[in-house]
């Protein structure tokens, strides 16, 4: 069954501590991978898509990376505005055609 | 702002009762994909439109139907309302079948 699991669920950080959000997949055709960040109550904001192995992305203190296996986001020295949900989701080969299936989310916490 | 507008903001209604959900896609997007978000569950795709056809349908109850319109807008009708489909409903657009898809604000819908 096509699955994506986000770890961990929750991330305490101090303002400027940096770390990792990670992005675990098992589709049958990976077609690309998508992160988006979701503030309470409000639709999810797009952030990246990746699409191979390999590839990377940055967007001010975001980072994503891509495997073949899993995706990393990687905060650096993060803000109390980055204090959100983060949302990973695939889009998969052998699925029905627009078929993305999100993970739970990890839901971060920035304290100042 | 993604560009993407959906009305209501907020819907209170009672068991049994009949809503319409409405969604006005970004410029120039012809795919539009309505999702549900309850807080046990994640976002869970629903069904999938392009260019006023179907094309993908998930987990979408017999009792949900939605339509895309000439104009590219659409509806997405919730019948026989029950106590557990409370939740946030979510349209994202895209420009073809594919793309990187663009959230709106949402509707959160409560039945008592």
């Known amino acids: 069954e096509d699955q994506v699991t986000q770890s961990p669920e929750a991330l305490r950080l101090q303002e400027g501590e940096s770390s990792s959000l990670n992005c675990s997949y098992t589709?049958?055709?990976?077609?690309?991978l998508f992160w988006y960040r979701q503030d309470p109550g409000k639709g999810p904001e797009f952030l990246f898509t990746?699409?191979?192995a390999g590839e990377e992305k940055e967007k001010e203190r975001l980072k994503a990376t891509l495997t073949k296996k899993e995706s990393f986001l990687h905060i650096t020295a993060p803000k109390p505005e980055d204090s959100a949900t983060y949302l990973c989701?695939?889009?998969?080969?052998?699925?029905?055609?627009?078929?993305?299936?999100f993970g739970k989310g990890t839901k971060l916490s920035v304290k100042p | 702002d993604s560009g993407v507008t959906q009305t209501p903001k907020h819907l209170i209604t009672a068991t049994g009762q009949r809503v319409t959900l409405r969604c006005s896609p970004r410029?120039?997007?012809?795919?539009v994909y309505w999702y549900q978000q309850s807080l046990d569950q994640g976002l869970q795709f629903l069904i999938q439109?392009?260019?006023?056809?179907?094309?993908a349908k998930g987990n979408i109850l017999e009792r949900f139907s939605a339509q895309q319109f000439p104009d590219l807008h659409s509806e997405l009708n919730l019948s026989s309302l029950e106590l557990g489909d409370s939740a946030l409903y979510f349209c994202?657009?895209?420009?073809?079948?594919?793309?990187?898809?663009?959230f709106g604000p949402g509707t959160r819908l409560t039945v008592l």
């Open positions: 989701a695939v889009w998969n080969y052998g699925g029905s055609q627009g078929n993305l299936i």
């Open positions: 589709v049958s055709g990976l077609r690309g």
């Open positions: 990746l699409y191979s």
């Open positions: 410029s120039g997007d012809l795919s």
């Open positions: 439109y392009y260019n006023g056809e179907e094309r």
């Open positions: 994202a657009t895209g420009l073809g079948i594919t793309d990187t898809q663009y």
